[in-house]
């Protein structure tokens, strides 16, 4: 069973910046697309960005697009480098993954992920 185990959330004041951290363990393959969501108290979970499977190709929501950059750096570590932060980017980030045969394939709807992480929380001060 692949486990996915965020860490790096916490308090920071508007303005900061937080890097976010998720280790896959257990797997047996790595073509995996990775994805951030995050859910603010009261709202749906939302799309944050995303990751292709070799790592070429990403995506984020408008929301976050020149602040947040998403990366990895081998099968089974994903990151979120957050700057500029804001009070609504207040909320509980998730990794996600989905298996792929499709190395250049990006995708921003939580239904197609397979498996989740409990996410960290990230709380930002005005």
């Known amino acids: 069973q692949v486990q996915l185990a965020e860490s790096g959330g916490g308090l920071v004041q508007a303005g900061g910046s937080l890097r976010l951290s998720c280790v896959a363990s257990?797997?047996?393959?790595?073509?995996?697309?990775m994805g951030w969501f995050r859910q603010a108290p009261g709202k749906e979970r939302e799309f944050v960005a995303v990751i292709s499977w070799i790592g070429r190709d990403t995506d984020y929501a408008d929301s976050v697009k020149g602040r947040f950059a998403i990366s990895r750096d081998n099968a089974n570590t994903l990151y979120l480098q957050m700057n500029s932060l804001k009070p609504e980017d207040t909320a509980l980030y998730y990794c996600a993954e989905r298996r792929t045969v499709s190395t250049g394939s990006v995708y921003k709807d939580k239904e197609e992920y397979d498996n989740w992480g409990q996410g960290t929380q990230v709380t930002v001060s005005s």
């Open positions: 257990g797997r047996t393959s790595s073509n995996y697309a």
